[in-house]
Nanobody, 112 residues
Framework: QVQLVESGGGLVQPGGSLRLSCAAS????????MSWYRQAPGKERELVAV????????NYADSVKGRFTISRDNAKNTVYLQMNSLKFEDTDVYFC?????WGQGTQVTVSS
C-alpha cells in the first residue's frame, strides 16, 4: 500500500535549521510531483513547497521563499525540505503529499 513517512522534525531555536525527509513507498515515486504542507491547530493546511517529477521545477509559498528548499531523490523515493533561518511562525505540523496521499506529519517547533 501507499505510504509516506515523514521524519526530521523537532525543536529548534530561531535562526536554526532542520531538514525534513519523506520516504515514499507503494507507488512509482518518480511519476508524481511531491509537496510539503504545514498546518497549525485550528488553521487550514498551507502549501509550503512543491517539486516536479524530475526535480527541475519548484515553487514556494511567499512566506518561505529564500529560506526553504525542496528537493527529491528519485533513486531513494524520498523528498526533502531543507528549512533554514527558521522563525517562530514556522512552528507547525509538516505533511508530505503526493499521489493523493498524505503522510502522518512531523512536528516542527521553533522556540527559544
Amino acid at each position: 500500500q501507499v505510504q509516506l513517512v515523514e521524519s526530521g522534525g523537532g525543536l529548534v531555536q530561531p535562526g536554526g535549521s532542520l531538514r525534513l525527509s519523506c520516504a515514499a513507498s507503494g507507488f512509482t515515486f518518480s511519476w508524481y510531483a511531491m509537496s510539503w504542507y504545514r498546518q497549525a491547530p485550528g488553521k487550514e493546511r498551507e502549501l509550503v513547497a512543491v517539486i516536479s517529477t524530475a526535480g527541475g521545477s519548484t515553487n514556494y509559498a511567499d512566506s518561505v521563499k529564500g529560506r526553504f528548499t525542496i528537493s527529491r531523490d528519485n533513486a531513494k523515493n524520498t523528498v526533502y525540505l531543507q528549512m533554514n533561518s527558521l522563525k517562530f511562525e514556522d512552528t507547525d505540523v509538516y505533511f508530505c503529499y503526493g499521489n493523493n496521499y498524505w503522510g502522518q506529519g512531523t512536528q516542527v517547533t521553533v522556540s527559544s
